[in-house]
């Protein structure tokens, strides 16, 4: 599996969009990028995942890059409970997912 | 409504000891993963089944095993518990093999090993 770099942490104000970017300059043509979140000491949840196109869901946008080396999760109007850690994964469809350490996103009022 | 459970959801043991932990998930998916989640490392793989009969070995499964005699059920068992497998556990499902999708997780095991 291709390997993903995030910045360790970052801030945003509460609606505002959040903007969380990821590299993963090895990936292949056939992984996916999914992005899920930890929220305290839950269980991670899914939030999106896409292999070219752009995707949007009830949560959130992904933007990948023409070139699919990096992209971005987009929390449109960020809240206080959408402080959580963030991971970003690159993986062939089905296949177990490696997480890394993610970013930490602290939503501030 | 289908979910994935696990048991217990705190466990404290003594060095030595056997340990299993249960994960039953109620979706009839053929993946089940088992992840454990320590400070600094993030989430880190310890073993998974694509279906039954089926396991495999991830980045940290040394002193663990698992088994899968049916679709619902993936237990981790820790052979003789030691104090580095002090962790919150967490297992998940996801659906066939082949098909992008989520990964459904449990809301977690945290295991003492004194």
């Known amino acids: 599996d291709a390997k993903t770099t995030q910045p360790p942490s970052m801030d945003c104000a509460e609606g505002r969009a959040a903007n969380l970017p990821c590299n993963h300059s090895t990936i292949s043509g056939n992984e996916y990028v999914y992005w899920y979140r930890q929220i305290h000491s839950q269980g991670p949840q899914y939030i999106i995942h896409?292999?070219?196109n752009n995707e949007t869901n009830e949560m959130a946008s992904l933007i990948i890059t023409e070139d699919r080396k990096s992209s971005t999760l987009i929390l449109p109007h960020a809240t206080l409970r959408d402080t959580a850690v963030y991971y970003c994964?690159?993986?062939?469809?089905?296949?177990?997912?490696?997480f890394g350490k993610g970013t930490s996103l602290l939503v501030t009022p | 409504d289908a979910e994935i459970t696990q048991s217990p959801r705190h466990k404290i043991t003594e060095t030595g000891r056997q340990v299993t932990l249960a994960c039953h998930q109620t979706?009839?998916?053929?993946?089940m993963f088992w992840y454990r989640q320590d400070l600094g490392h993030g989430l880190r793989l310890i073993h998974y089944s694509y279906g039954v009969h089926d396991t495999n070995k991830g980045e940290v499964s040394d002193g663990y095993s698992v088994s899968r005699s049916n679709t619902e059920d993936l237990p981790l068992t820790l052979e003789s518990a030691a104090s580095s497998q002090t962790s919150v556990y967490f297992c998940?499902?996801?659906?066939?093999?082949?098909?992008?999708?989520?990964?459904?997780f449990g809301e977690g095991s945290r295991l003492t090993v004194l």
């Open positions: 896409g292999l070219k």
């Open positions: 979706w009839n998916h053929n993946n």
């Open positions: 998940a499902s996801s659906e066939s093999f082949g098909l992008p999708g989520e990964l459904f």
């Open positions: 994964i690159v993986a062939n469809s089905g296949y177990a997912l490696n």
